[in-house]
C-alpha cells in the first residue's frame, strides 16, 4: 500500500468526471466504487470555493486486486468501506468530516485496487481554506501508514507504480514461470523454485497435510501425478518428469516441518501485535505534531469556534464535542445571525452526515424554527436582511 497527494488548481468538475468515466468515458461503471460522498453534492458544495487550489487529492494505492484485497480484509472481518474509513479517518485528523467536502472512488479497473480521495480546500465551519501540511512530516505520516496497514491486515508491500496493463492470475503466473524452468532444462531450479512457492502456502496455512499439497499439485497447479510414495511425489509437466523427494514430500517430515512452522506462525503474532502496538505509538506522535501546525493555522478562529477539532486520534470522526455525544440520535445546529451565505454548504454538508440531523435558524430576535431531517433533500436558505428565511 502506497499513499500519495497532490494539490489541483484545476475545475471540481472535470475531477469528478475522470474519477467516475475515465478519459473519453473510457472507465466501465462496475469498474468504479463509490465509497464516500455523492458527485452531485461534491460540485454543488464547491461551486463558491474562492480558493486558487481547488482540492486536496490522495491515490491510495493496493498492490493486491480488487478480489484479493476483499479476501484479505474478509479474514480480519472487514470491509473495503471499513478499511477506507480506518484510512480517512487518520489523513483528516483532526478535522472532522462533517465540516469537510470530501468525494472518494475505487478503481479496479487495473490490477491494483486504488482509491482516489479528493477534499475540497476549505473548511465550512470556519469558512477558510484547508490546512493539510505540505511537509516532510506529511510523507512520514504517509509512509508510517502504509507500514501500519500492510501489518494489520497482511497486505502485500507495494512499490511499483500504478500498472496499466491486463490483470495476469498469480496463479497462471507461476505455471508458466515453472514451465519455462522445465523447458530450458533447469530441473534443480524448478524445484527450488516449487518448494519455496509451496512452503509459502504452508506458511500462510493454505495447504495444512501432504494430502492437500498433493491435490494442489494436481488441481491448481494442472500437474500430473505419475506416482507417489511414503518419501516422494512424481509428477509430470508436458513430456517432462520430475521426482520431488524428501524434505516437505515426505510424509513424516511434512508433520515436522508443519509443526515447526506453526510455532513460527505463533512467534509472528506475537511479534506482530508488538509492532503494531510500537506503530500505533509512533503514528500518534506524527499526528499530534501535525494537529498542532494545524491549530496553530486556525487559531485566530479557534478563540471563537473552540471545539471544531478532534481531540483524539481514536474519537469517531463524527463525533460533536460539546453538543451531543452521541451524533447517531440527533443534532440540532444553532445558528445565530446568519450573515454568511457560504455557510448555507456547511448546514448542507452537515444534514448529508446523518439521517436524524435536524437544524435551528434564527433571524436577530426572531423565534427558532425547526427544520426536520425528513425535508434536508429540499432545504434551500437564502441570505435575507437581518437572518435567513427557508423555502
Not at 518428469?241 to 506453526?262: N, P, Q, T
Amino acid at each position: 500500500m502506497i499513499i500519495n497527494l497532490q494539490t489541483y488548481k484545476s475545475d471540481l468538475k472535470s475531477r469528478v468526471d475522470y474519477l467516475l468515466y475515465g478519459i473519453e468515458n473510457s472507465r466501465p461503471p462496475e469498474k468504479v466504487d463509490i465509497l464516500y460522498g455523492d458527485a452531485d453534492l461534491f460540485l454543488e458544495l464547491s461551486k463558491l470555493n474562492p480558493y486558487k487550489r481547488k482540492s486536496y487529492n490522495y491515490l491510495i494505492s493496493f498492490a493486491e486486486s480488487k478480489e484479493e484485497l476483499e479476501k484479505k480484509l474478509k479474514e480480519k472481518g472487514k470491509t473495503i468501506e471499513e478499511l477506507f474509513d480506518e484510512i480517512l479517518n487518520y489523513l483528516i485528523y483532526p478535522y472532522r468530516k462533517e465540516d469537510l467536502n470530501i468525494f472518494a472512488v475505487g478503481h479496479s479497473d487495473t490490477d491494483n485496487y486504488h482509491i482516489h480521495l479528493t477534499i475540497e480546500n476549505k473548511h465550512y465551519a470556519l469558512n477558510r481554506s484547508l490546512r493539510i501540511p505540505l511537509t516532510e512530516l506529511e510523507v512520514k505520516l504517509f509512509l508510517l501508514l502504509s507500514e501500519y496497514f500492510r501489518e494489520k491486515y497482511d497486505l502485500e508491500f507495494h512499490y511499483e507504480p500504478i500498472s496499466q496493463g491486463p490483470v495476469l492470475n498469480k496463479k497462471k503466473k507461476k505455471i508458466l514461470e515453472l514451465k519455462g524452468l522445465l523447458k530450458c532444462k533447469e530441473r534443480d531450479k524448478f524445484k527450488e523454485e516449487l518448494t519455496n512457492h509451496l512452503l509459502n502456502l504452508i506458511f500462510e496455512g493454505v495447504i495444512t497435510s501432504r494430502e492437500e499439497l498433493i491435490n494442489y499439485l494436481k488441481n491448481d497447479l494442472g500437474f500430473k501425478i505419475r506416482r507417489k510414495g511414503r518419501n516422494y511425489i512424481t509428477i509430470a509437466v508436458d513430456s517432462f518428469r520430475v521426482r520431488l523427494k524428501g524434505g516437505i514430500y515426505d510424509e513424516e517430515h511434512f508433520r515436522k516441518v508443519f509443526e515447526e512452522i506453526e510455532r513460527n506462525r505463533e512467534r509472528a503474532r506475537e511479534h506482530k501485535e508488538k509492532l503494531l502496538r510500537e506503530l500505533e505509538e509512533r503514528l500518534r506522535r506524527i499526528q499530534e505534531r501535525r494537529a498542532e501546525l494545524i491549530r496553530k493555522y486556525y487559531r485566530k478562529s479557534l478563540k471563537r469556534n473552540k471545539e471544531i477539532f478532534r481531540e483524539d486520534l481514536t474519537e469517531g470522526a463524527f463525533e460533536d464535542k460539546g453538543r451531543n455525544k452521541n451524533f447517531e440520535q440527533e443534532l440540532s445546529i444553532n445558528i445565530n445571525n446568519f450573515n454568511n451565505f457560504s455557510s448555507n454548504n456547511w448546514i448542507r454538508n452537515r444534514l448529508l452526515h446523518n439521517e436524524n440531523l435536524s437544524i435551528s435558524l434564527s433571524s436577530g430576535n426572531n423565534k427558532w424554527r425547526e427544520i426536520p431531517s425528513s425535508s434536508r433533500d429540499n432545504l434551500q436558505v437564502e441570505r435575507k436582511e437581518g437572518g435567513v428565511r427557508t423555502r
